[in-house]
C-alpha cells in the first residue's frame, strides 16, 4: 500500500474509528493511508482473532473494554499483515473502505465527559485579562489540575455543524441581564484522552498506574460563549457557556501510537504534593493549529502550539480526579483544557488570539474577526513527527450557524 510521507495515518498510528457505508451499519475500523480496514471483515476471513461483536458495534467501548493486550495485538497484528508482501490482507480489497466513501461516527459513548485547566499560559492570559495582571494566577492553580464536570450529551463529531447558543448575557456597564444570542462564540483548541479501563468506587489510580488507564488521545474543540460564561460562571463556574457543544475528532490514536514523541514537560513549582509526582516523559511533541475558514472564503490559520506545552499531563490529571474515590469507565473523556504557546501565534483560543476584542484578526477575505460569526467553519488538526515517522489524529472540522 502506497501511503503519502504527510499523511496521518501512516503505518505506525493505525487509529479506531466507528464508520458506516451505504451497505454497513456501524462498526469498528481501522485508519491506514486514506483506506479504512474493517476489522470485523478480517475476522469472519478468519485474519484476526477477537470477538466480532465487540466490532459491529456503533462504539469503541466494547472492543476497547477488552483491554491492552487486545487492542494493542490488533495494532501489531496489521502492521505485520500490511508490511508482508505475502501477508493475505494483501489481496483482500473487500476489507478495505475508501474514507471518501465512508461516514465517521461519534468514536466512543461517553458516559462521562471532564475538562481541565492545565494550560499555565492560557490560564495565566485569562488571569491577566479578567483579574490582576500581576497575580493571574488563582492560589491553587499551581497545586492541582483544575477542571470541572462537562456534559457529555452534546459531545459530537467532526462534521457535525452547531447552532449559535443563546442565553443570558450582561451588556456591558449594565445593571440587568438580557436574552440573546452569544455575541462572542469562540473554539478552544484541546485534545481529550479516552478511559480504557474502569476503577472501582472508592479506589485511586496512581500516577505509576495511569497510562494503564488511558486508551487514546483525539482532537478536541471545547466550544465555549463567552459572553453567556462570563455572566453566569460566579460562583459555580461554566455551565450554558460551555455545555451546548464539544466536538472531537473521529479517530481515537492508541497512547502507544506517541511513544516516539514522549518530552518532559515544564518545571512545576512549587513542588506538587506526593500522590501527584511521577516518573518519566509524560508530555507529548504534538504539532496542534487551528484554522478559520468564512462562508465562500479560503481558510486562515490563526493558532499554531504544541501539546508539549501543558503544565499538568494526562498523568496527573487522571489521578487528581480518582484521588477521593470517583471512579472512570470505559469511554469516559477527559478534555486538556485550552493549549496555549508562549507566543501570540500559539494562543489556543479567539478570546487571547484578539485578545478580549481589542485586537482583531484579518482574514484574507478583508475581514476581522475578534469572535466567530454565523458560517465560519473552524478547522483544528493535530500531528506528531520525528526521524520519518509521523502519526496524526486527522481533523476536526465543524460550522457554526445562525441560533435557531
Known amino acids: 500500500m502506497n501511503i503519502p510521507k504527510d499523511s496521518d495515518f501512516s503505518i505506525h498510528n493505525l487509529p479506531f474509528g466507528v464508520f458506516s457505508t451505504s451497505g454497513t451499519s456501524p462498526r469498528v475500523g481501522v485508519a491506514i493511508g486514506d483506506s479504512i ?17 465487540a466490532l459491529e ?23 505485520a499483515m500490511l508490511t508482508d508482501e505475502k501477508a493475505a490482507l494483501k489481496n483482500l480489497e473487500a476489507v478495505f473502505i475508501k474514507q471518501a466513501d465512508a461516514i465517521m461516527h461519534l ?59 443563546k442565553g443570558q448575557t450582561i451588556p456591558k456597564d449594565a445593571k440587568q441581564p438580557i436574552f440573546q444570542a452569544s455575541a462572542r462564540v469562540d473554539f478552544e483548541l484541546e485534545t481529550a484522552f479516552i478511559v480504557g479501563k474502569a476503577s472501582q468506587l472508592g479506589d485511586s489510580v496512581s500516577t505509576k498506574e495511569a ?11 471545547d466550544w465555549s460563549a ?14 450554558l457557556g460551555k455545555s451546548f457543544a464539544s466536538s472531537i475528532s473521529a479517530w481515537v490514536v492508541p497512547l502507544e501510537a506517541l511513544e516516539p514523541f514522549r ?15 511521577y516518573e518519566g516523559k509524560k508530555n507529548y511533541d504534538i504539532h496542534l493549529e487551528v484554522g478559520i475558514q468564512p462562508e465562500g472564503g479560503a481558510e486562515h490559520t490563526v493558532s499554531r502550539s504544541n501539546f508539549k506545552y501543558m503544565y499538568w ?23 486538556s483544557g485550552t493549549i496555549s504557546g508562549k507566543t501570540e501565534d500559539s494562543y489556543g483560543s479567539m478570546l487571547e488570539i484578539a485578545w478580549a476584542g481589542t485586537k482583531p484578526v484579518a482574514m484574507p477575505d478583508g475581514s476581522t474577526r475578534v469572535f466567530l460569526k454565523d458560517g465560519d467553519t473552524v478547522i483544528m488538526r493535530g500531528y ?16 457554526v450557524l445562525p441560533a435557531r
Open 384 to 399: 506528531a513527527e520525528k526521524d520519518g515517522v509521523r502519526v496524526g489524529f486527522g481533523e476536526v472540522r465543524t460550522k
Open 57 to 79: 458495534q456503533p462504539f469503541l467501548n466494547n472492543f476497547i473494554a477488552l483491554g491492552k493486550s487486545v487492542t494493542n495485538g490488533v495494532r501489531k497484528s496489521l502492521q
Open 226 to 239: 463567552r459572553d453567556i460564561q462570563k455572566w453566569e460562571y460566579v460562583p459555580l463556574g461554566p455551565f
Open 263 to 277: 518530552v518532559a514537560g515544564p518545571t512545576q513549582e512549587p513542588a506538587v504534593l506526593p500522590y501527584l509526582k
Open 107 to 165: 468514536p466512543v459513548d461517553v458516559r462521562d465527559y471532564t475538562d481541565f485547566y492545565s494550560s499555565i499560559e492560557h490560564a495565566t492570559n485569562v488571569g491577566k485579562m479578567f483579574r490582576d495582571p500581576e497575580n493571574a494566577l488563582l492560589p491553587n492553580w499551581k497545586h492541582l489540575p483544575v477542571g470541572y464536570h462537562g456534559r457529555a450529551s452534546s459531545i459530537i463529531v467532526s462534521g457535525v455543524d452547531i447552532h449559535r447558543p
Open 211 to 221: 497510562e494503564d488507564y488511558i486508551f487514546g488521545m483525539v482532537l478536541f474543540n
Open 37 to 53: 480496514i474493517d476489522l470485523a471483515a478480517l475476522v469472519h476471513k478468519g485474519l484476526l482473532d477477537v470477538p466480532v461483536e
Open 313 to 335: 499531563n494526562m498523568v496527573q490529571q487522571l489521578t487528581h480526579h480518582t484521588v477521593n474515590g470517583c471512579n472512570v469507565n470505559v469511554g469516559d473523556m477527559m478534555g
